[in-house]
């Protein structure tokens, strides 16, 4: 693991930025992995601007998206797809015929679970794949189980994930309980792994998965295992490690 240590959300999303901007001006048809939820958000605003500077171009990039809710419609406001088209595709140069996110409204899940992972193969898996970290360890969906999932999967979200998703929805009831996730054997895939972390909710899932034994109950440990895996984390995310450091 490369661990840069950050001094806040802010300072994450810049160097954060920097890594995927070097990607994409080293192979500008390169496969970018995407995330979702508020860890990248400001990352894509940094590469938003790199875009609006003239210094970074998408036309040839092609994005993976992690995961998706089952049963929301693409153009719902909580959808993942929704959710990168109004935190990065409409912003930039990107053909979104080349971004592929899984279709939570085909709920033949052995069909859909197929179909995704056939565009990843297909790939080859990511060149650069991004990540947050759940506040209970998992990446993507892959929530804590007896053992780390390998393929595409449908997941019944746990009572601490939908917690945590709650903020974006008017009341519980409302949040999906379930969502197709990239599995972790494809994210292994990927050539370079980024994990983007920020803050002290999430202290707990750092020191677990990164500064403890490889366990899928703790999913993120997993990387541990990658050889390009990168961990951007601001002091707050590393407040329970510090003697580590
Ligand atoms: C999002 C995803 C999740 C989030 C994680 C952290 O596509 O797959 O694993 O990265 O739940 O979420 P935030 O960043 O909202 O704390």
Redesign the pocket.
């Known amino acids: 693991m490369r661990l840069i240590i950050a001094k806040d959300y802010a300072d994450v999303s810049r160097k954060a930025a920097n890594i995927i901007a070097a990607q994409i001006q080293m192979k500008p048809d390169c496969v970018l992995g995407l995330?979702?939820?508020?860890?990248?958000v400001g990352t894509y605003k940094e590469l938003i601007a790199k875009y609006e500077s003239g210094d970074l171009d998408f036309s040839q990039v092609k994005t993976v998206?992690?995961?998706e809710y089952v049963g929301l419609p693409k153009d719902h406001e909580q959808s993942?797809a929704y959710f990168m088209r109004k935190n990065l595709f409409d912003h930039v140069n990107i053909n979104q015929k080349n971004c592929n996110i899984p279709n939570g409204m085909n709920l033949n899940a052995d069909e859909e679970c197929a179909r995704y992972d056939a565009v990843i193969n297909g790939f080859g898996g990511a060149d650069l794949q991004l990540?947050?970290?759940?506040?209970n360890g998992?990446?993507?969906?892959n929530e804590p189980a007896d053992a780390f999932i390998k393929g595409t999967n449908k997941v019944e979200l746990t009572a601490s994930?939908i917690d945590?998703?709650q903020r974006f929805f008017a009341k519980r009831e409302d949040v999906p309980t379930h969502a197709y996730?990239m599995g972790i054997g494809s994210i292994m895939k990927a050539k370079r792994v980024l994990l983007v972390c920020s803050g002290e909710n999430?202290a707990q899932a750092v020191k677990d998965c990164f500064f403890g034994p490889i366990n899928p109950r703790s999913p993120g440990s997993i990387l541990l295992f990658h050889p390009d895996f990168t961990l951007v984390a601001d002091e707050a995310a590393l407040s329970l490690v510090k003697d580590q450091l």
């Open positions: 995330a979702t939820g508020s860890s990248p998206n992690l995961d993942y990540l947050g970290l759940g506040p998992h990446i993507g969906f994930t945590a998703n996730t999430k």
